[in-house]
């Protein structure tokens, strides 16, 4: 089982509409996570951070489930500029590594 | 000017040739990374370097080496480049003393690197 696991998606949405995106970590020992943005052929960036039961910044909302090992991304009201791939990433206990999944491609549309 | 500077942004090889990727950062970061991005595969772990002395591979070394001639400087090398190695290559940053527990990375702009 990979460490960071996403759904690739892509996920064709309408401006406007809710989207929620899911990521599955494998290491119970990690304690903070991050959601990172991606434009094409461009670096990631970071976008939220997550380390108790969520963030929300806005629009992102972010929320982290121990239990079922998964963290996800709320994005509401779906701007055509929120195209783009977001990368779910873990902290592998503390050891200063960042895993990344292999990232969910958002497209919406007019 | 860029917190993370990677050099060069694009660069076409021949098999075989040894080249070298450079990472400057002004950032004041303790740890630097290598990734390399393929499609469908996501960001891959080549080398990390906790410090100037601290250098330690990730999952995909093999290949590759590693410079970190100074806390600002870490660069990626490969031995004799073969088709395969064609990707993105991202160096990234971080502070392990940052504030809270926020320690995420900062990215370079990234070097496309192709091997014919």
């Known amino acids: 089982r990979k460490e960071v696991e996403q759904d690739p998606g892509p996920f064709n949405v309408p401006e406007g509409a809710t989207v929620a995106f899911n990521c599955t970590y494998s290491?119970?020992?990690?304690?903070?996570f991050f959601w990172y943005r991606q434009d094409c052929r461009k670096e990631p960036k970071l976008l939220m951070s997550v380390y108790s039961s969520g963030n929300e910044d806005g629009r992102f909302t972010a929320q982290l489930n121990r239990a079922s090992q998964y963290i996800s991304l709320l994005i509401r009201d779906s701007k055509l500029s929120d195209s783009a791939t977001y990368l779910c990433?873990?902290?592998?206990?503390?050891?200063?590594?960042?895993?990344f999944g292999q990232g969910t491609t958002l497209q919406v549309k007019p | 000017d860029a917190d993370v500077t990677q050099t060069p942004r694009n660069r076409i090889t021949k098999t075989g040739k040894r080249i070298m990727l450079e990472c400057s950062q002004t950032k004041g970061h303790d740890r630097m990374y290598w990734y390399r991005q393929d499609p469908g595969l996501g960001l891959r772990l080549i080398y990390y370097s906790f410090d100037v002395k601290d250098i330690n591979k990730g999952e995909i070394s093999d290949g590759y080496s590693v410079s970190r001639q100074a806390q600002a400087k870490f660069s990626l090398s490969l031995e004799s480049a073969i088709p395969n190695q064609t990707a993105l290559y991202f160096c990234?940053?971080?502070?392990?003393?940052?504030?809270?527990?926020?320690?995420?990375?900062?990215f370079g702009s990234g070097t496309r690197l192709t091997v014919v």
């Open positions: 990433v873990s902290p592998p206990g503390n050891t200063g590594k960042l895993i």
């Open positions: 990234a940053t971080s502070d392990s003393k940052g504030r809270g527990r926020a320690y995420g990375y900062t």
């Open positions: 290491n119970s020992a990690s304690q903070s």
